[in-house]
């Protein structure tokens, strides 16, 4: 390589960086504060900060306001699915798609339909009652022994 060659490609270098330089400094920084506007074109949007705390704030009311409806909404679905009890000793059982055998026991133990849940359990089992219970609405009477109410559930309506 001689001289001129080694000047020239000295000069192609320095003119191609001062041409990045120059694109950086004078042309991207108006890109970088065009943003939002490229934003907003691109279907995008821009918030200022004090908004967005706004939108915030107000999310977090709606979130608190959902969670207590949901809770009034549960104490409501529960006072409706409350049996029904009359002062003769009957109660109204509703056995729903998905409850299971120590669902039903802890209902009726609840209700005072048995002494002891296991021992129903126990016995729905070994009797294999257990894999015969229908879904539906049932009238029990306190004074039912166990295989009544077994029979009762599992019965086709």
């Known amino acids: 390589m001689n001289k001129r060659t080694l000047r020239s490609f000295s000069l192609g270098m320095m003119l191609a960086v001062s041409a990045v330089f120059c694109y ?86 609840e209700h005072q339909m048995i002494s002891d849940r296991k021992k129903f359990e126990q016995f729905m089992v070994k009797e294999n009652y ?3 219970i229908q879904t539906g609405t049932f009238h029990l009477t306190k004074d039912m022994n166990y295989t009544e109410i077994a029979e009762l559930i599992t019965a086709s309506p």
């Open 24 to 109: 950086y400094h004078f042309f991207y920084q108006e890109k970088a504060e065009s943003g939002g506007e490229e934003r907003k074109e691109s279907g995008g949007i821009v918030l200022e900060r004090k908004e967005y705390e706004e939108l915030l704030a107000k999310i977090e009311g709606l979130e608190k306001e959902n969670r207590q409806l949901q809770q009034e909404l549960a104490g409501r679905m529960e006072k409706t699915q409350e049996p029904q009890e009359s002062g003769d000793g009957k109660i109204t059982l509703e056995i729903k798609k998905g409850m299971t055998l120590e669902d039903l026991s802890n209902f009726l133990k």
């Open 130 to 132: 257990d894999r015969k």
